[in-house]
């Protein structure tokens, strides 16, 4: 951000790429702050670019509060990424006065100096609106469904029922603040939902009465911290039979269709139908986005690189937004006017029969006549002030308890709603649970109805668990009574943190902002034996982890309390089903074996059927908000039931990766037959299963070469055919035949520029099958990089698991180029050029492609014809420099004749020899290359040997690791060592022949 109105974003993938945005504002809060004593976050200097809470307050708050005194309705949102700095804006934290309560106080301090014949009205109301179901924040009586809202032709859309509190201070709305937060973190940790999946809505409804001028303005204020605005990759619905939520991101959705259409009416264009009813939120704001009102729009960005396109699209959403054009205008009346409005809603809230029955405060309520308003508005603030009086003296209370008694402090994921509840430990034992009999009313996700025991005696505190109830300390799972020191971290249920503050005399000027939620997550992480390091971050030299693991890191320290939550809404809705967390070792699926990246996945069991699919990161988390909405509906009490297609708990029966196989080629570079048992790791690592295969150089009639056909140097295959055949021979000891002998498996593999993996058939309910599958390939023209991938890669051979119901993976080969004699074609670079001149029937392929083999076979022909003729042209030149040229000026022609008849017979003499030394050496690289496939299986193995979780194990684990690198070395040194030998020995052997040939 160069200037305070422009917006530059640099594509990290590709530097030279930038796009640069206008605003009316723009403002860099990143860097470049210093805090000063009351921890305001003030610039560090002068010249610094950095925005403070004060200068975003000045620039927008001012605006509203300029707006509401003179009569306009204003609102102001809050658009971006979750952690983008939303609610950061809109709220703040700690000292960092955010632009709601900085907009609220400046209105009372305002209303103080106000006229004397000019009477200020605030009331105060504060929602919440989660998957299209509104909450009232002020309201501790909960609605099943949430709240209804209702159309009316002169109010418009309005929340019906929603509490308005009246409010004569800052204070009161402070407290109101907190009162709201404090309900809408109960509601967040009964159903663990995260408040970034949320909007909240505050409204400040200000009248002002000029009692000398029978004259009144209103204005309404709209102040709204949007749901997080990830698009629908980042969350998850993408590559999943069933989409997001449905209502998660309804709101959202329709909030940008709206903004849309509004700005392309700005523009011109014609707009049929602007959708403010698809969605709660778009109705509710329908006036504020395009109606009768001043509206601003906060878009929130990350200067982080990995959130690259989430920040360009937020920044589009607005550039969106600023086309849009409101035509507010003042909304005055006189008190008559107002008088006869007031009768009118509620003729239509009532009912012209009904009238009669209602309360007579309830009438004047509204508005019969400018002395019954005045009357009105003094009984609600009459009735306000008694429930301040009591909540007053609530919140003196709880401020004396939290000085006196040790307790717990409730830790989210949002530190907005951090350090709200708290729950205090007195003298002698308590129950905490879910039961409303329980000292300790706790709610969220696996919290029995008797928990946990909390005990307060001789100065100390002690915490039990329940039976079998879940309660972590630390990080580590604790089963008996356990003593609490002073900032212990407690995990009740599934994910329900809380901090333990001590007694007083145990506390000091501790900084409790340190122990935030991913503090508890990585501790419970360590505690697992979960880390960077056994994930496998290798330093990248300057002593930092590779960022690629660090990622997939933070992802899994992301999802572990996600599947902590999905666990226990599987168990308590009956689903039998258990996720675990696994990491995907990408370089599995690498030909050359390289530590590329990593990827976590979910591994999903159903532990009745035993049935098991593997969910990607986006499709769990996904699911898992699906599994909220039908929680919810338990717990509301409804039918649970859903149709199996609609149900986030099933899937449809799927073939299962179980592990890769490395067969490296090299030896195939070198014409050499290869047949090994090799491993198919899984993604722990670990051994799944044994492979029996063959890779062998044949003929085009497909007969195996023998030891004559091998080279010494790959290149000198270069240009020439080469066929061979693959072997998938048997598949021994796969675990997951062994845990279910009814289930089948499958093998894939794809080699070089195949477009389409091979697969062989399925095999059902057999122990070790024999599977039998030879496949023959031909590289017409063998190019040098094919060549190059020959020695340097390997072939990888996929382990499918095949369960009760699911397809089969498709053997079909669409795609692929065959040879005459029904070869599949590898290396097919040049023939595809050749293929894609002009355009082709089948008939025309099917004749070029035999014009091509004739012409492959005639050039090798010619190849050898003329490597032959060079061999007997070196041969008679070496004859002839033997002979000297005296003697042969000499001799006569038929005498030269013989002589090079003789000079020929000692050639083919010598030739076997030099051939069996050829051979000897094909076959010491025979050797070491079958060696080496198995030095290179051993190190693979040895790259994803992991550590155990269990301690105890910690110690074999080591002796085998050791015993392995011994192995290994062992064997490679050995290897060279034969190698070196044989080498040495058929050289001497070479020199010596040609040294007796001379």
Not at 683 to 697: Q, S
């Amino acid at each position: 951000m160069h200037s305070r109105t422009t917006t530059t974003i640099q594509d990290p993938k590709n530097p030279e790429h930038m796009k640069t945005f206008t605003f009316d504002l723009a403002y860099w809060s990143h860097n470049g702050f210093q805090v000063d004593q009351d921890g305001v976050f003030i610039s560090a200097d002068p010249n610094s670019i950095f925005a403070s809470q004060r200068d975003v307050f000045h620039d927008l708050g001012r605006g509203i509060l300029d707006s509401a005194w003179q009569g306009y309705n204003a609102t102001l949102l809050a658009y971006g990424q979750t952690g983008s700095g939303k609610s950061y804006s809109m709220i703040g934290f700690g000292a960092n006065k955010g632009i709601i309560p900085n907009v609220c106080e400046e209105l009372f301090q305002a209303v103080e100096n106000r006229e004397r014949n000019q009477e200020c009205q605030v009331t105060f109301s504060m929602l919440e609106i989660y998957n299209e179901q509104v909450r009232d924040l002020l309201s501790r009586t909960k609605k099943p469904g949430g709240l209804k809202v209702r159309e009316d032709q002169q109010l418009g859309f309005y929340v019906e029922g929603l509490k308005s509190v009246p409010c004569e201070n800052y204070a009161q709305i402070e407290r109101l603040m907190e009162q709201g937060t404090k309900i809408r973190t109960t509601a967040s940790t009964n159903m663990n939902v995260s408040s970034s999946r949320s909007h909240m809505v505050i409204t400040i409804q200000f009248k002002q009465v000029f009692l000398d001028r029978d004259l009144t303005k209103q204005s309404s204020i709209n102040l709204v911290d949007l749901a997080g605005s990830e698009r629908q990759k980042s969350s998850g619905s993408e590559g999943d039979r069933l989409k997001e939520g449905s209502r998660v991101n309804l709101s959202l959705t329709n909030l940008g269709n709206v903004i849309s259409a509004l700005a392309d009416a700005a523009v011109g264009k014609k707009v049929l139908h602007i959708p403010y009813r698809d969605s709660v939120l778009t109705k509710l704001l329908q006036s504020a986005l395009g109606g009768n009102s001043r509206t601003a729009l906060i878009a929130a960005i990350s200067p982080a690189d990995i959130c690259y396109e989430e920040t360009l699209s937020t920044l589009r959403y607005a550039e969106r937004a600023k086309k849009i054009r409101n035509k507010a205008v003042v909304n005055t009346s006189t008190l008559m006017r107002e008088s006869r409005a007031e009768n009118s809603k509620l003729l239509l809230r009532c009912g012209n029969s009904r009238i009669t029955e209602q309360p007579a405060y309830s009438l004047a309520e509204h508005g019969l006549g400018p002395r019954a308003r005045q009357l009105t508005w003094a009984h609600l603030r009459a009735q306000a002030r008694k429930e301040w009086r009591r909540l007053y003296a609530a919140v003196a209370q709880e401020r004396q308890m939290v000085k006196t008694f040790p307790h717990l402090l409730n830790v989210n994921e949002d530190p907005q709603l951090t350090g709200v509840l708290k729950y205090f430990i007195q003298a002698g034992s308590c129950d905490a649970g879910q039961s409303a009999s329980n000292a300790i009313t706790l709610q969220g996700l696996g919290i029995s109805d008797k928990h946990a025991s909390f005990t307060n005696l001789d100065g100390q505190v002690a915490v039990t668990p329940h039976s079998k109830c879940k309660v972590v300390v630390n990080g580590v799972p604790i089963t008996t009574k356990t003593r609490l020191q002073h900032l212990d971290r407690i995990i009740l249920g599934s994910n329900s943190a809380y901090l333990y503050i001590g007694f007083p005399s145990e506390r000091g000027n501790e900084d409790l902002g340190r122990f935030d939620y991913d503090f508890f997550q990585l501790e419970r992480a360590a505690a697992e034996g979960v880390s960077v390091d056994k994930l496998g971050a290798g330093n990248s030299g300057d002593g930092k982890a590779d960022p690629s693991v660090l990622a997939v890191f933070q992802d899994y320290i992301k999802l572990m309390p996600l599947v902590a939550e999905a666990n226990q809404m599987s168990e308590e809705l009956k689903k039998e089903l258990k996720m675990e967390l696994k990491v995907k070792n990408l370089a599995s699926s690498d030909s050359r074996g390289y530590d590329l990246q990593k990827e976590v996945m979910v591994k999903v069991t159903n532990q009745r059927t035993h049935e098991v699919w593997m969910w990607s990161k986006a499709k769990f988390i996904n699911r898992k908000f699906l599994m909220e909405e039908l929680y919810q509906r338990f717990l509301d009490g409804e039918d649970r039931h859903v149709a199996q297609e609609d149900d986030p708990f099933w899937d449809p029966a799927e073939a299962v990766h179980l592990g890769s196989a490395h067969i490296w080629l090299q030896s195939l570079a070198y014409c050499m037959e290869l047949e090994e048992q090799v491993e198919f790791l899984n993604c722990d690592g670990l051994e799944e299963a044994l492979l029996h295969v063959h890779v062998t150089p044949c003929s085009p009639a497909g007969q195996a070469c023998g030891e004559e056909h091998v080279v010494t140097d790959p290149w000198e295959l270069l240009g020439k055919r080469m066929d061979f055949q693959i072997h998938i021979v048997r598949c021994l000891g796969a675990q997951w035949l062994k845990e279910d002998a009814e289930r089948g498996i499958q093998m894939g593999y794809r080699i070089y520029d195949l477009p389409h993996t091979l697969y062989t058939k399925p095999v059902w309910k057999v122990m070790n099958p024999q599977i039998e599958e030879s496949v023959q390939f031909t590289a017409l023209n063998a190019s040098q990089d094919f060549l190059n991938y020959l020695q340097t890669n390997a072939l990888i051979v996929d382990l499918w698991g095949l369960q009760e119901g699911c397809t089969a993976l498709s053997c079909s080969q669409p795609g692929l180029m065959v040879t005459g004699e029904g070869h599949i074609l590898v290396d097919t670079k040049k023939t595809a050029t050749v293929m894609d001149m002009g355009q082709t029937t089948p008939t025309q392929t099917s004749e070029l492609y035999l014009k091509l083999l004739k012409l492959e076979r005639e050039t090798e022909l010619l190849r050898n014809i003329n490597r032959a003729l060079r061999e007997e042209n070196v041969l008679l030149r070496e004859s002839l420099e033997k002979t000297g040229p005296s003697q042969q000026a000499h001799m006569p022609p038929d005498t030269l004749k013989i002589s090079g008849m003789s000079t020929d017979r000692e050639m083919n003499q010598i030739c076997p020899q030099r051939a069996s030394y050829d051979g000897e050496f094909a076959k010491a690289l025979k050797v070491f290359y079958q060696s080496m496939n198995v030095a290179r299986g051993q190190f693979l193995k040895l790259r994803h040997h992991k550590p155990p979780e269990d301690d105890r194990m910690l110690r074999p684990f080591v002796h085998q690791q050791s015993q392995m690198l011994r192995d290994f070395g062992d064997l490679l040194e050995s290897s060279l060592w034969k190698l070196k030998n044989d080498v040495a020995l058929i050289v001497k052997k070479k020199r010596e022949c040609l040294l007796h040939s001379e």
